[in-house]
């Protein structure tokens, strides 16, 4: 009994030996302060803590066994090293090393620092989902993120709304040069299709965001970033094949830093689909060449790129009345544009209804690092566009044209068909820069940029059905617009108490914008085309001011109010009504947020409300090329919450998942000069329709992403799912 009695003892002394060790320590900057909040973790167990005000950690109820810590923290790089379990240990961490050529848009980025709701889509994202699509559906699963396309399979002209937000409100940046074009403030990806295979990151800002330069951030920004030097040779040749006879080729090389100095790559790209929409085809191709020079403290590089599209227009949609009506002949597919009746009565398709167009970017980007903690980004660049869209016109009047009227048994004609050309020429250029200071407590960035648009609007007519003296090569119409734009902004970082951060980011924005001639449009009163000649001119300040607490790396808090102003765009100018006289708008956003990471588990909830002071809203009007019209609306506002949650459910398996649930109204909203006819059709008179609140046209208050991804070795796949609720073309929530 005795013996029985000892063993057990000795067993369970053996016993309460294991799980007894610790390991303790420290963890330091290089300058010897404590770093509060480092998180230290056992890779082997996945146990971690976060060290205490004095940088101290304590992991207990280990075995007598070496384990690998991981160190990290914000703006320090990540240290590893072997520890036995028993021992007390001091780690220094060293300030991050970043390379010059990662440098370029800092001043445009938002990071754990910033009171600012953001996502980032890295290289690897972009490579999964990239098999020909254009840039929206690419980022189509970020938060409150609603991608469209014309054609119907996401090639060729696409669209996308962030919030309910129209591109025309997103500012967008290439190495923070501005993309939106000056005046229509669209960004047109199917220009340079493929950049995605020549970025390093995208990322994807809600709200106001930072300052930034060309249009301003009116619901979102979307900052692109080119790839970084590679540091060895290269060669990558991809292709990829799809429904509607798509098919993508992409080549690329690089020769890798010659002799540690220079560096060189480049790539070519072609996109080719039928659509999935009637005769929808889309032709591009693309390229991008960089020359890079690399040294201690300066770094120089050109970058060139650019793209040619040839795409059938479809931007009509289907009348799904006719689809239920008339299902033999119209499809969900139907596609309108270009339909007309030959001489014999055959309906027919024009087969050149076709949008073209080329466009090329020219960057030169300067980075000098003066000390460790400031230095300059500089960015010369050039943007060259030209091309045209034509298109079949039934029925048009001869005087809209400038055409002599055909005569017909001795009377003159009233119309005829007619096949046109619209031109636009245009060039982009302007120096943009920032100067950056990044030391201990304390980021701050003095920014801005000075930028020219000109641009050249023309029309002309190829061919008459039913001619009289008809001159090929005249012009129906011709004007030009010149716009300037220049802004100055200063973005201040600074850690008030231990991981309690206060930022300030004051923008001011001078715009000054003339169009000169005559548009396409014809005015009754003077018989002939109208006179748009017109200046206008804008001075706004656009201040953004917020707070983040982080007490751990694995939470972060944050709040944030905005201004932002925003001018009109040429189309408000040119399709107001008589009456009309469009202003700028002006909105005040609020911001609240909380985010929580750790290795397994992330989660985010961002609140916002963004209220509006004369927001030009589309009135679900449009004009005779398919383009929305708009006017100020005094008072309306969008609301809601976003929620991110990412989770790893096994080593190979991982589902990320938002959800965005708003609301986004018009206050004492009036419809006017609505249209009255009687049962035949004759106009009788027009009238106002006073509704009161309504919801904003085209923002659906349900917005969730879905995305279950399996990876195991070199194998992966995943299924995206997306819900988007309802949304009206116009505002009068008409069903």
Not at 320 to 349: A, H, M, S, W
Not at 480 to 491: F, V
Request: proline share 2%; hydrophobic share 35%; glycine share 8%.
């Amino acid at each position: 009994m005795k013996r029985v009695i000892f063993i057990s003892a000795l067993l369970c002394g053996v016993v309460s030996g294991f799980g007894q060790y610790r390991i303790t320590g420290v963890v330091k900057s290089e300058d010897d302060g404590a770093l509060q909040g480092a998180t230290v973790v056992l890779k082997e167990t996945k146990q971690g803590v976060a060290t205490d005000a004095d940088g101290h950690f304590d992991i207990g109820r280990l075995d007598n066994r070496h384990y690998t810590l991981q160190v990290a923290f914000l703006g320090y790089d990540t240290q590893e090293l072997t520890v036995k379990a028993g021992n007390r240990i001091e780690i220094e961490l060293k300030k991050s090393s970043i390379r010059l050529d990662e440098l370029t848009v800092v001043s445009n980025r938002a990071d754990e620092r910033s009171a600012v709701a953001y996502s980032n889509v890295d290289a690897d994202d972009l490579a999964q989902r990239n098999l020909g699509q254009d840039m929206p559906y690419l980022l189509s699963l970020t938060p409150s993120f609603v991608a469209t396309s014309d054609a119907g399979a996401g090639i060729g002209y696409t669209s996308f709304r962030i919030r309910g937000a129209d591109a025309n409100r997103i500012n967008v940046t290439v190495n923070g040069v501005p993309y939106n074009d000056a005046e229509s403030h669209g960004s047109f990806f199917v220009n340079i299709p493929d950049l995605a295979s020549s970025l390093s990151s995208v990322q994807v800002q809600r709200g106001v965001g930072t300052s930034v330069n060309g249009a301003p951030a009116f619901g979102a920004s979307v900052n692109m970033e080119t790839e970084h030097v590679a540091l060895q040779p290269f060669g990558e040749i991809g292709t990829s094949v799809g429904s509607f006879n798509t098919g993508k080729y992409t080549v690329k090389a690089g020769t890798g830093k010659l002799n540690n100095k220079l560096a060189f790559d480049g790539r070519v790209s072609g996109i080719r689909s039928d659509g999935y929409v009637d005769r929808a085809f889309s032709s591009m191709q693309s390229y991008l060449f960089s020359a890079g020079y690399y040294g201690e403290h300066t770094a120089l590089k050109l970058l060139s790129f650019g793209g040619k599209e040839k795409t059938y227009q479809a931007w009509n949609g289907v009348d799904l009345d006719l689809v239920r009506r008339y299902p033999l002949e119209y499809q969900r597919t139907y596609n309108d544009i270009g339909r007309y009746v030959d001489d014999e009565g055959n309906v027919r398709f024009y087969d050149n209804q076709t949008d073209n167009y080329t466009q090329i970017h020219y960057q030169l980007h300067w980075t000098q690092r003066f000390t460790p903690f400031l230095y300059l980004n500089t960015t010369l660049h050039y943007t060259d566009g030209i091309g045209y869209y034509e298109d079949y016109k039934t029925d048009r009047k001869y005087e809209e044209y400038g055409l002599t009227p055909a005569v017909e048994n001795g009377e003159n004609r009233k119309k005829t068909d007619l096949i046109r050309q619209k031109w636009l020429e245009n060039n982009f250029y302007g120096l943009v820069f920032s100067l950056n200071y990044d030391r201990n407590r304390l980021q701050t960035s003095l920014g801005g940029g000075v930028n020219q648009y000109l641009c050249d609007h023309r029309g002309e007519i190829l061919w008459v059905r039913h001619p009289n003296n008809f001159d090929p090569d005249g012009q129906w119409y011709a004007n030009n617009a010149t716009k300037n734009d220049a802004n100055l902004y200063l973005k201040l970082n600074l850690e008030i108490v231990r991981q309690l951060f206060a930022t300030a980011d004051l923008q001011y924005r001078v715009i000054h914008y003339a169009m000169f001639g005559k548009d396409d449009k014809y005015d009754d009163s003077t018989a002939d085309m109208r006179d748009i000649t017109q200046a206008h001119h804008f001075q706004f300040f656009n201040p953004k001011f917020g707070l983040v607490y982080r007490p751990t790396e694995q939470h972060r808090l944050y709040a944030s109010f905005s201004v932002a102003n925003r001018e009109p765009n040429r189309n408000n100018y040119t399709d107001a009504g008589k009456d009309e006289r469009p202003t700028s708008e002006r909105l005040y956003d609020t911001e609240i947020g909380y985010q929580y990471i750790s290795g397994r588990f992330a989660a985010g909830l961002n609140c916002y409300y963004m209220k509006y002071k004369d927001q030009l809203i589309l009135t679900g009007k449009i004009s005779d090329i398919g383009e929305p019209l708009t006017s100020n609306i005094p008072d309306s506002y969008r609301m809601g919450v976003e929620y991110t949650v990412g989770l790893k459910l096994s080593e190979q398996l991982r589902w990320d998942g938002n959800i965005s649930l708003s609301r986004n109204k018009i206050l004492n909203f009036t419809e006017k000069d609505i249209d009255v006819y009687d049962a035949d059709w004759n106009w009788i008179d027009s009238r106002d329709n006073i509704l009161g609140t309504t919801d904003i046209a085209y923002s659906p208050n349900i917005i969730a992403n879905s995305r279950l991804t399996f990876e195991h070795k070199k194998f992966g796949i995943s299924l995206y799912s997306a819900y988007v609720g309802r949304q009206y073309f116009d505002n009068t929530s008409d069903s």
